[in-house]
């Protein structure tokens, strides 16, 4: 793998950066965060319409720009640095990864164009209980005439308020953990559905609690085989956590930035407090777990593009659960370690309200628990290890 960008790469990190340094400063993300759907919804309509980044890995057949996961994990971690409030998340890395990997080709016809054009937005909900993989889906389903019935709830869906199109995982009556397992394509405005704003630490992603109350859906909204979608609901958590990785890079790159301009310009015993060397030694800390997580973060987007690409190295794509795990650990740690000394070393002011830190800090702490804390993940590497070894 070579893990130097291309031209192009560059020019799309440029644009990005440059992009959302414009229009997503500090007192942008307020205002999102503020409003009833989290984002700024004619900013949002500009990000398809100009720049097609909802478009950007979902291929040219589907109109999409037809590129990997690679430039979709440059965007993040630009999108990250700024914190940058958006159904991107959802929608590009939760919904259309089930679509590519699951859905058929009527289904990818039908859904794909619309949302690499920004007509609809996605997200993905699956959870019922307190877990982070299959065994957290409650939601039941029965089958019924030509159809299903979906009945339960589902905790934690980023943007399920706002979200035009959701894609859910629901389970047969009496079934266990992966077994009975099954994802559907469910248009957001059905009847029976209801869905709540959750109260979050972290104000920057909205997430919503849905309630499905004898959901009627059409065969059509099948993604795969009933009863067989717990690999599918694995395989897109796993690209989920290396999406979520990249975010966290840049959170953690302008936590470091914010504290390094701070330090600069503090003044402490005639001198900026940077020059000293516990300053230094501290912010040097910072940069090794930053470099660490990006170079977990692109190694595992390197390894989801292939296991997404048609055509793609198997074997480079049968490390996907490994190099998710790993950039998932690594990037929390990192990401809250640079947060909190980010807090620290701005002093009293860092957690007011008027100092950027804080809303890092809230970001760093919601995305280490989401989709399984470090200590999960640490698990799975484990497992995997021992099951190589036995």
Known sequence: MD????????MIRASAE?????????????????????????????????????????????GGLGLGFVELAILLEQMGRRLFCSPFYATACLAVPALLLGGSEAQKQAWLPRLAAGELTATLGYIGGGRWDAAAVEMTVVAEGDGFVLDGRLRQVVDGHSAGLLIVAARTPGSRGAQGLSLFVVDASSAGIQRTPQATLDQTRKLAELQFSQVYVG?????????????LL???????????????????????????????????????????????????????????????AY?????????????????????????????????SEAFFHCAAEAIQLHGGVGFTWEYDPHLYFKRA??????????ALHRERIAAHLLGELA
């Open 299 to 331: 190694y595992a987007a390197c390894v989801a593009e292939e296991a997404l690409a048609v055509g793609g190295d198997p074997q480079v794509a049968s490390e996907l659960p490994l190099a998710a795990a790993l950039a998932k650990a690594q990037c």
């Open 18 to 62: 440059s992009f959302l340094a414009d229009v997503a400063d500090s007192a942008a993300v307020r205002a999102a965060m503020a409003s009833a759907d989290g984002y700024d919804a004619a900013l949002w309509q500009r990000l398809c319409g100009e720049l097609y980044w909802p478009a950007i890995h979902i291929p040219e057949a589907y």
């Open 219 to 231: 065969a059509d909204c099948l993604l795969g085989v009933a009863g067989q979608g717990a690999p």
């Open 3 to 10: 893990f130097a960008f291309s031209d192009e790469q560059d």
């Open 365 to 374: 702490r919601a995305s280490e628990a989401f989709l399984g804390a470090p």
């Open 234 to 296: 694995d395989q897109v958590l796993r690209l989920a956590c290396v999406a979520l990785a990249a975010e966290q890079v840049g959170g953690a790159q302008q936590a470091l930035d914010l504290t390094l301009a701070y330090c600069a310009e503090r003044q402490q015993f005639g001198r900026p407090i940077a020059s000293f060397q516990a300053i230094k030694h501290r912010a040097a800390d910072m940069m090794v777990q930053l470099e660490c997580a990006r170079s977990a």
